[in-house]
């Protein structure tokens, strides 16, 4: 499976790489399209200019011509003057002397020539003025985007006094693509730091999306559906995993205690709906005038029985809420254990000696700290129910021992009574759980006494542990820290 994912991943990471590569490539190509045509466009657009760029260098070459005073009959010095001109210029010029012969400057002259049809210097048959130029010649060469164009004019310009120039000039021009670099240059940066951000930003990315499914969980979280499950696609966990983590838990736990909320409110319903179902049922019965008096005795009996009952649960139902709101032992304060576990059976003498049962105690002499009360509260239900389910005869044995390693006192509270299934055992601290319903309906148990002991004794920081055997009785261990504990309560199971 772990190698199916590293392949997965692999795939989709060149998958990435590849499609980041084509898009680069389709756009690089499309521009180079689009770059072409424009090109064509703007050359045609363009010529114009350039004949008149190059009216206007002719029309500057017989200006220099003049300013330095160079007669058409002196051609050294023109010849000078014209040499310079297209060195500085960076052009290709050639003029006409009186014979009809032209004379080139510059570099690509003899080309110049060609190009316009002109006649050079050393031509077999030279051809006057006259006949050479009789019209102005312009020439616009250019074969693709990728190749240098050039330009060239060919005229005759009347100077300031009057005199005729026969001009040739010719100019390289830049091909379309020395600017193509510049034009893509953007665009191919723009792709690299598209590139560097998407890896930059990747993590960020999935951080996002990892967020976005957290903020819905929590969304669905606050409507009351607990049964949300977020999974992480970071591969690196990191602190978003922690919280993925927390929220997973969190919702679990939500989700389990709405299951003991509703399995609490249908337990209630249930233990509530029996005796009202009693009372009402006898109070019915009542209306009958032909009862004896002895038979509404023994309904009105039952019907205070039943109130009773309901009486006792409301009170435990009233009593386990309150602990579970606080959470935490109430005032603590240092008193004799042993004292009390001993106050408790004396409290309680009437119930086993009427049941002929013995008591063994084995306690020392110890003091702890905590709520006095809660804690006579627990040896008080578990006496009671030791009572209530040892048959006659049988016996019921405490102890009280000091654990001086773990600083706790251990407390066991046995019987020889009928004992509890194995299957049931995990259940005994679960509220309105009863092992035997029969039997503890027909003893008026309520299933909430065990819980009220559970409760009380995680608020002090201890445990407590069942172990029991159908017909051979069941023991409770409870181990209590000697000193305060300021450990919160664990929640019931």
């Known amino acids: 499976m772990n ?16 499609s980041f590569v084509g898009a680069v490539t389709a756009m690089t190509i499309f521009w180079t399209l689009l770059f072409i045509v424009v090109s064509y466009a703007s050359d045609r657009m363009n010529r114009e200019d350039v004949r008149q760029q190059l009216w206007q260098d002719t029309q500057q070459a017989v200006q220099l011509l003049e300013a330095a005073g160079v007669s058409p009959d002196n051609g050294d010095q023109r010849k000078k003057l014209l040499q310079v001109f297209a060195q500085q210029e960076n052009l290709s010029i050639a003029i006409e002397d009186r014979t009809g012969e032209w004379t080139a400057f510059g570099p690509g002259g003899a080309s110049l020539l060609n190009r316009l049809g002109l006649p050079p210097s050393d031509a077999s048959s030279p051809v006057h003025s006259a006949s050479s130029l009789d019209e102005a010649r312009f020439i616009y060469r250019w074969a693709n985007p990728f190749h240098s164009r050039d330009a060239a004019l060919a005229v005759t310009v009347k100077g300031s006094d009057g005199a005729s120039y026969s001009l040739a000039i010719g100019k390289p021009l830049p091909a379309w693509f020395s600017s193509y670099w510049h034009a893509i240059a953007p665009l191919l940066l723009f792709g690299l730091l598209m590139g560097i951000f998407s890896t930059i930003a990747a993590p960020w990315q999935k951080q996002f999306k990892q967020l976005q499914i957290m903020m819905d969980a929590m969304k669905r979280i606050a409507s ?22 927390g929220l997973n838990d969190m919702a679990s736990e939500l989700q389990e205690l709405e299951q003991t909320r509703q399995r609490f409110i249908s337990d209630v319903s249930h233990e509530l709906q029996s005796p009202l179902t009693s009372i009402a049922g006898f109070a019915r019965a009542l209306h009958h005038e032909s009862l004896s008096a002895q038979t509404r005795t023994d309904y009105l009996n039952m019907i205070e029985s039943e109130s009773m009952r309901l009486s006792k649960l409301s009170d435990s139902l009233l009593k386990l809420t309150m602990l579970e709101a606080r959470r935490e032992p109430g005032e603590q304060a240092s ?27 084995d306690i020392q002499s110890l003091s702890i700290t905590g709520d006095e009360d809660a804690l006579r509260q627990v040896w008080t239900n578990l006496l009671h129910n030791a009572i209530k389910f040892t048959p006659e005869d049988g ?14 006192a251990v407390i ?21 759980y009863k092992a035997d319903k029969a039997r503890s309906s027909a003893q008026g148990g309520s299933g909430l006494g065990l819980a009220i002991v559970a409760t009380i004794i995680r608020q002090h920081g201890g445990e407590i542990r069942a172990d029991s055997e159908l017909g051979a009785g069941t023991a409770f261990t409870i181990w209590l820290p000697l000193g305060p504990t300021d450990r919160a309560a664990a929640p019931n199971a």
């Open 3 to 18: 190698s199916l994912e590293q392949h997965s991943k692999r795939y989709r990471r060149l998958h990435i790489a590849f």
């Open 224 to 245: 009351g559906d607990f049964s949300v499950k977020v999974f992480s696609t970071m591969r690196n966990r990191g602190e978003i995993g922690m919280i993925v983590e």
């Open 335 to 361: 008193y004799s254990l042993d004292l009390q576990l001993k106050r408790t059976v004396l409290a309680l003498e009437p119930l086993w000696l009427a049941k002929k049962l013995d008591i063994d105690i």
């Open 395 to 408: 016996c019921i044995r405490i102890r009280l021992q000091k654990d001086s390693a773990a600083k706790q």
């Open 412 to 432: 066991v509270i046995s019987d020889t009574g009928i004992g509890v299934d194995e299957t049931d055992l995990p259940h005994l601290f679960e509220r309105f």
